[in-house]
């Protein structure tokens, strides 16, 4: 049994907890829905609040056909497969899910992963190497950022949003000045042989949308692939629900797609990467997760399925959603509260103004939870110093009356604090 090992964790613990960055878990004993009964704090009875901070966005996590097609599917399929794909864990109902990948966003092919962390994560190494180049943007999701770190192709961070900066790092890369120091001594430019350019589709501390229409011509310009990670808005987000690569108009022109089944389509867990048949083709041979994690398991894939299904029968769910968010956004703006301007369901309350804006986003998200409303603040590390805010996020299956009594637990807890 170690000792000093133990008291250096506790130590660290114990810094974590003062600096106030401590994590917690809300217990919530009921199903995943806008009504959700929470313990919290440990100990005390379940309360009733309304969930504002899920992922939830369609409300598809309890649809009756995604729960009947996921019951289906364990009285078929049985529940687990034990094994990874390429042993003994591919069935019918994984390809059918792959097929419907494709078919959603006319691409070639698709592979399946256990999470969009792991879709990510098994990417980058498996089809770059030192040779190649990888630009990425600052704000890219910690998956993205994790499996570049596994792949040994040099790294060129661009600045958040910025295109001025993206093409300055193709270009580095493309001539390789990263590492000539001039002098015509010693390094010589080395220019990258593949380039690939990396990004969140939107960006989930802001809900602000990456762009990708200028992204894809830089990418066309510089001969380099695109890579769009669509997690927070596939099934939702553009016209038919194609996410932002829809929204912006670059369906089709996008070479790697990377999404979650975790989030709109049912909630459950699931990861894909579609795109080109030579990149798939290429992580069926080598992307470790996929070769040493196992299998979906079928119900879950079943699920998707059905959730794809659900989107192409019926708009309503996604223009309910976005009628919610305009509604939403549009009130708390009314009401003078600062939130992130834009159009997406994560709707960011931000206490920049305020000197104590990291204590001010849990003085609100603890007052809300008192009134009711479950969302929930976040401040340094998880977003930049002075940044502060409860991110807010908008679901489908909120009714009017549920979004009313949250604007009215703001307008309280907003005017408690003195923030409106
Ligand atoms: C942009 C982005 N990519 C990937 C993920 C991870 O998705 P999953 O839960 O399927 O691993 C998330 C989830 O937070 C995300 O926001």
Partial sequence: ??????????QELVDIKNAGLFKDERVIVSDQQPAIDVIYPQGSPPKEVLNFCSNNYLGLANHPQIIDAAKQALDHYGFGMASVRFICGTQDVHKRLERRICAFYSTEDAILYSSCFDANGGLFESILGAEDAIITDALNHASIIDGIRLCKAKRFIFEHGNMESLEDALRKAREGLDIWDGSGLGKQPSPARNVMIATDGVFSMDGDIANLKRIVELGNEYDAMVMVDDSHATGFFGKTGRGAIEHCGVLGKVDIITSTLGKAMGGASGG???GRKEIIELLRQRSRPYLFSNTLAPAIAAAGIAAFDLLDQSADLRETL?????YFRDEMTALGFDIVPGIHPIVPVMFQKYENDAQLSQMMARDLFEEGIYAVGFFFPVVPKGKSRIRVQIS?????????KALAAFATCGKRHGII
């Fill in 396 to 404: 489908a299956a909120h009714t009017r009356d549920q979004i009313d």
């Fill in 272 to 274: 894909f990467t579609t």
């Fill in 1 to 10: 049994m170690y000792q000093r090992t133990r008291y250096d964790f506790i």
């Fill in 322 to 326: 976005m009628n919610n968010t305009r």
